[in-house]
């Protein structure tokens, strides 16, 4: 059931947002933070020993493949896989570009989760904070309240259709090393732009450097 985690998350998030309207990004960008380095943490030691056990000389191409991937979904979503939205003006309709490059990325991330269990609840600690904003700036952008409930269900659903869909497409599981290391390479691009990002003015911050180590701790021990 693990594999629900990051759905259950994403509406965890949204109805904080809707209901509790949290103003302060503080408490955000040290979850944000924590979430990075956990999402970091297990993607370098667990994800990444497993797809070079083959031996093959090809699955770095895959990584760097997935990194830049994701930077082309970024051109689209702004960024709001690791947490930002730009932009104050009214929506009439859902963004759809930003919709389809969330949804292509949350699916992408669900494929490894039939493996790897524990990677659920980096991508549901990952996912938490990112509804809580999105939700946020869907309000205050003054989206339709029916809009904003359908393109967050949708997102939630993404992950764990990924993770179904990776269990019963035999097909899939000829490419899994290969699939899997394009995956680690939109979780590498992810989790550090969200750890780097976590600074602002690069300067020193007691409290999420204690975050950052939190996350590698905790993904360590499971």
């Not at 939109?186 to 996350?215: D, R, W, Y």
Request: proline letters at 4%; aromatic letters at 12%.
């Amino acid at each position: 059931m693990n594999y629900l985690l990051p759905l259950f998350s994403v509406l965890l998030g949204y109805g904080i947002a809707l209901f509790l309207k949290p103003k302060s990004k503080t408490n955000l960008k040290l979850l944000l933070a924590f979430s990075g380095s956990f999402l970091l943490s297990l993607t370098v030691m667990h994800l990444l020993p497993e797809v070079y056990e083959g031996h093959s000389h090809n699955i770095g191409i895959f990584i760097m493949a997935g990194i830049l991937f994701q930077r082309i979904l970024e051109f689209f979503s702004k960024g709001a896989e690791h947490g930002h939205v730009h932009g104050h003006q009214t929506m009439t309709h859902i963004p759809w570009l930003l919709f389809i490059s969330l949804c292509i990325h949350a699916f992408l991330e669900g494929f490894p989760v039939s493996h790897h269990h524990n990677l659920a609840i980096g991508i549901a600690i990952h996912h938490l904070p990112i509804a809580i904003i999105l939700t946020v700036f869907f309000i205050n952008s003054s989206l339709d309240k029916k809009a904003i409930f359908a393109f967050m269900l949708t997102f939630a659903i993404m992950t764990p259709l990924g993770t179904i869909i990776s269990d019963y497409l035999p097909v899939l599981n000829d490419y899994y090393t290969e699939i899997t290391a394009v995956v680690i390479g939109i979780l590498f691009h992810i989790s550090s732009t969200i750890i780097f990002e976590s600074s602002e003015g690069h300067k020193f911050n007691v409290a999420k450097v204690s975050m950052i180590i939190l996350g590698i701790v905790l993904a360590y021990s499971i």
